[in-house]
């Protein structure tokens, strides 16, 4: 089984910067696809960020131009660098990956929507931004 560990969460101001890192052990049974998704108190899961194997990317709308999904496939890693966060970036970020049979990153990129699935999930890192 893929273990994902995420860290880089805390608190800010608005306008503020934070960088999450995500790295992954265990099994190798995963695809290299790689995102982060969100959930705020009361809101359901919405994904944020998503990076395939070759670097193609999607972004939520909301987070077009602040934040940058990264990746380094050698340390089996995901960074997402958030940069002017808003109040509304507050919540639990999770980093979400697929095994190596999924098709969940692929309907992604295809259908130009997100979908929450994917097989492997860590345990979340909190991001609270502060007006």
């Known amino acids: 089984r893929v273990h994902l560990e995420e860290s880089g969460g805390g608190s800010v101001q608005t306008g503020g910067s934070l960088r999450l890192s995500c790295v992954a052990s265990?099994?190798?049974?995963?695809?290299?696809?790689m995102g982060w998704f969100r959930q705020a108190p009361g809101k359901e899961r919405e994904g944020v960020a998503l990076?395939?194997?070759?670097?193609?990317?999607k972004y939520d709308e909301s987070v077009k131009g602040r934040f940058t999904i990264s990746h380094d496939n050698g340390k089996n890693s995901v960074y997402l660098q958030m940069i002017d966060l808003k109040p509304e970036d507050t919540g639990t970020y999770y980093c979400?990956?697929?095994?190596?049979?999924?098709?969940?990153?692929?309907?992604?990129?295809?259908?130009?929507?997100?979908?929450?699935?994917?097989?492997?999930w860590g345990q979340g890192t909190q991001v609270n931004v502060s007006s």
């Open positions: 979400v990956t697929e095994s190596q049979k999924s098709t969940w990153c692929g309907k992604i990129f295809a259908l130009g929507q997100w979908i929450d699935g994917g097989d492997y």
């Open positions: 265990g099994d190798t049974d995963m695809s290299y696809c």
């Open positions: 990076i395939d194997k070759n670097g193609s990317t």
